[in-house]
């Protein structure tokens, strides 16, 4: 029987389950939408038992459909939608609330509370990232401190503090959980770690400061592994819901997967993804380049016994969303006629879309911004917004572009580009036009599966060689720039001025407290 890898891939919406040959093929592929719950404006909630039920039913379907059997998989990976925090009881598995997602507001305030008491700096020098309420630093405090009322009813009762300062409770991002409900272990990876502003990435462990600012128990926090982990982080039970022991080896938070999967090994490889939000990485190999303009300095990834590499990071919170919202408006019927849309007009007639939906990412960090149109007419038209919207997702990748080449000093003259988006040709092109850069779309475009799938088939010796993955990689397709820089600059120039109209918007009626 030939053997393959598998891949379960836990995104913001849904979970899916890959399953890749040895050329990085597609061979099975399940999919499954999970409820976002939005108990105030701003706060964004998953149900992690509804993710661990879909994560089974998904790997079920994967390899029913293909014909798979469960003793086919040589190993499984995780990638998963990064900072979404759970707590929950090491013993019985259940978690005591909904999960945080990344995308949740709730913790503004508290991130205010740092930015006064001037700990934003050493937070930075230490993990990496900003003080923000997107990581998982405050989502857990804000669990431990709030979760009593909604508290499952947990026979042993006591204080979650205590609890947890006694090895009850445990807190995860979703890789941690998925790897405890496979596993019994719990354990999470070096990227995942580096996203939860309670690690020190240059030290490589967990900090006893800030976990101590955030009142987190040291016994709450899982073990640190490398990304692709010869070690293995356990097995599937035999008596579990795959009826087999298979190796649990790699696991990559989702960006991180991407740059994995796109083959960006060596030091200046970048690629972009374009998903509800977009996140643009570029490796800086083995030195952990700091950022002088709003990026985040995060682990790229960490082979068995090899150093880690690090990576510059631009976090862009709203790009896919933002097509989607246009679906919730009425404005298009699906995401594919954005490019016969926004074709259908010359230019945007000065219209402005920021779409600042969750406040502002890299490199502005402005979690009180909020979405903005500007520049309407009487004559503004429907296809003006929907060109307006694309246009908003290639402005603020070059907002990004242009941070990673001042903080790295190196030109990116490719952008290896991934994600649902990219599959719209006027999209990618716009894209090339206005970061004046050749654009790669790879064929097989699910590379943060084909990432976290490659990280446990190395771990397990399915691959031998990075050389072998790097043979995989196939350009779909590649987009030049067709305007000129001038006419390009022109545009981006006003792109700055909207931004500045979305700033700070959002005061403290909505939800923030």
Known sequence: MTQYVGAIDQGTTGTRFMV???GGQVVANAYEQHEQIYPNPGWVEHDPIEIWENTQEVVLDGLADAGLEASQLDAIGITNQRE?????????????HNALVWQDRRTTDRVEELQEADKVEEIREKTGLEADAYFSATKTEWILDNAEPLKMQSSRGGDLRDRAREGELVMGTIDSWLIYNLTGNHITDVTNASRTMLYNIRELEWDDELLDEFDVPKEMVPEVRPSSDEEYYGHTDADGFLGEEVPVAGALGDQQ???????????????????????????????????????????????SGEPVQYALEGSIF?????????????????????AELARSVES?????????FTGLGAPHWDGR???TIVGMTRGTSKEHIVRATLESIAYQTRDVAEAMEADSGVETTSLRVDGGAVKNNFLCQLQSDI???????????????????????????????????????????EFNPEKSQAEVDKLYSRWGDAVEKSLDWAKDDEGDE
């Open 348 to 356: 945007t007639d000065g219209v402005y879309m920021v779409p600042a």
């Open 369 to 371: 911004a909020r979405g």
């Open 318 to 338: 709203i790009t896919g969303a933002a097509i989607e919202w246009l679906e919730d408006v009425d404005l298009i019927n699906n995401a594919a006629q954005t």
């Open 20 to 22: 890749f040959d040895h």
């Open 435 to 477: 970061i004046q850069t050749e654009i790669a779309r790879p064929e097989v475009d699910e590379t943060t599966a084909l990432g976290s799938a490659y990280a446990a088939g190395l771990a397990v010796g399915y691959w031998d060689t990075v050389d072998e993955l790097r043979d995989n990689w196939q350009v779909d397709r």
């Open 257 to 303: 997967a991407a740059l994995f999967g796109q083959t960006c090994f060596d030091e200046g490889d970048a690629k972009n993804t374009y998903g509800t939000g977009s996140f643009y990485l570029m490796n800086t190999g083995t030195e952990a380049v700091e950022s002088d303009h709003g990026l985040l300095t995060t682990i790229g990834f960490q082979m």
């Open 84 to 96: 979404t925090t759970i707590v929950w009881d090491r013993e019985t598995g259940k978690p005591v």
